[in-house]
């Protein structure tokens, strides 16, 4: 069987729901790249919110199928736990990995590559691409970062160096309208000490949370330097002259139904972090921070928020988000999402206890009111009429 790596097109429901797009036909990457004789960890940093996949880089090519294990930061190796059976398709031994509440629904597999869904602090260590036989193959030095307000970029120190590098800005993620650009800043040291096994490209350079940072180096907890996200307001036209028809990209239509007063994270399908990303909640933008312009919605608020991977959440979702909600990818329109939030009602809880009872009884009453006035209008015009009937017909005898 031909194996690729590829970046999966994918979208992110709360009920453990993804579509997945099967990648178009390329070499087989196995069979060109050796796996490294000595296991050393490549450092990834992300923040906090995004959505990350960790590729198998190698295998042999007898390995029909890879088991992925993680490890907490300083942990021991013996703490090292499989987070995948060998189909790939569900976890072992949940009870002693991180966030084992919800790991089940925001881990997956797509072709040997690990997709770690909203990813968060607790979710930093090492993940090692290996087989059932705990033979290790690749391994990553995740460390998940999350977004502060420290107003400092750089902080030396004799031994090392910690700075904020910034990605660059991303395009503007709406056309036509106002719309906002993003980049986001990660926290790294800059120091010749670091551990050599957990390596950037370079060398001397490794993310804040990286195991390649010496315990030593205690003063990085206290550090007024770190990852931020900055956004500023932007406004492009759209463009003018029509894409091949090859390339014509049809709104993808997709249809939910979420309980009440849960919380409802809703994802763009094919967007990663590094994109830009908007939303709409019907003809009306959804903006990260407020906007001078009328008729927006901030998405700022403690129940209604943009994370930093871009997803839409709703803390808690209510009846009244009902609607049809639009995600922008790349400055154009590309999902259309009709949310249904109906009412649940879980243990305990009463239909009494809903605090819409006062309205949608009024309703109910108020149909069956004119119901009744209806029926009882028709009854008199039908018995009139047979009145009339009935004195022509004497009339006439």
């Known amino acids: 069987m031909l194996w690729?790596?590829?970046?999966?097109i994918l979208l992110f429901l709360p009920c453990g729901v993804w579509t997945y797009e099967a990648p178009e036909d390329k070499q087989d990457?196995?069979?060109v790249k050796a796996c490294p004789a000595f296991l050393t960890f490549v450092n990834a940093a992300y923040l906090a919110g995004a959505t990350v996949e960790l590729l198998c880089h190698c295998k042999p090519p007898e390995v029909q199928y890879v088991v992925w294990f993680f490890r907490k930061h300083r942990a021991s190796s013996t703490e090292t736990r499989a987070l995948t059976d060998h189909h790939g398709n569900r976890l072992q031994d949940t009870s002693e990995v991180l966030h084992s509440?919800?790991?089940r629904s925001r881990f997956s597999i797509r072709l040997f590559s690990l997709l770690v869904f909203r990813a968060g602090p607790l979710d930093s260590g090492v993940y090692i691409c290996g087989s059932a036989h705990r033979d290790f193959f690749f391994g990553f030095d995740l460390d998940i970062q999350e977004s502060g307000e420290g107003k400092e970029t750089a902080n030396s120190h004799p031994l090392y160096k910690v700075f904020t590098s910034f990605q660059p800005w991303s395009q503007c993620d709406r056309c036509g309208v106002e719309g906002e650009q993003v980049r986001i800043g990660l926290c790294f040291v800059h120091s010749h000490i670091l551990h050599v096994r957990y390596r950037w490209t370079n060398q001397s350079v490794a993310s804040c949370?990286?195991?390649?940072?010496?315990?030593?180096?205690?003063?990085?907890?206290?550090?007024?330097?770190g990852p931020k996200m900055?956004?500023?307001?932007?406004?492009?036209?759209?463009p003018t002259e029509a894409p091949p028809p090859s390339k014509v990209a049809q709104i993808k239509v997709f249809h939910l139904n979420h309980p009440a007063d849960?919380?409802?994270?809703?994802?763009?399908?094919?967007?990663h972090s590094d994109m830009a990303v908007a939303w709409d909640q019907e003809s009306t933008p959804i903006y990260r921070f407020h906007h001078p312009s009328a008729g927006n919605i901030r998405a700022t608020s403690a129940r209604l928020l943009i994370?930093?991977?871009?997803?839409?959440v709703f803390q808690p979702a209510k009846t009244q988000d009902s609607g049809v909600y639009y995600c922008w990818l790349q400055g154009r329109r590309v999902a259309e999402i009709h949310l249904l939030v109906y009412a649940h009602l879980?243990?305990?809880?009463?239909v009494l206890s809903d605090p819409e009872l006062p309205a949608a009884a009024e309703f109910v009453l108020k149909s069956y009111a004119v119901m009744t006035a209806l029926f009882l209008l028709l009854l008199f015009c039908r018995t009139a009429f047979r009145l009339i009937k009935d004195s022509t017909a004497h009339h006439v005898d």
Do not use: Y
Request: aromatic letters at 4%; hydrophobic letters at 40%; glycine letters at 10%.
């Open 101 to 103: 509440s919800d790991l």
């Open 29 to 31: 990457v196995f069979a």
């Open 346 to 350: 879980g243990r305990g809880k009463s």
């Open 307 to 312: 994370d930093t991977g871009h997803h839409l």
């Open 209 to 225: 949370g990286s195991e390649a940072v010496p315990r030593a180096f205690t003063q990085l907890k206290q550090r007024k330097v």
């Open 4 to 8: 690729m790596l590829v970046v999966p």
């Open 262 to 271: 849960t919380v409802l994270t809703l994802g763009c399908p094919g967007a």
């Open 230 to 238: 900055e956004v500023k307001s932007c406004q492009v036209a759209c």
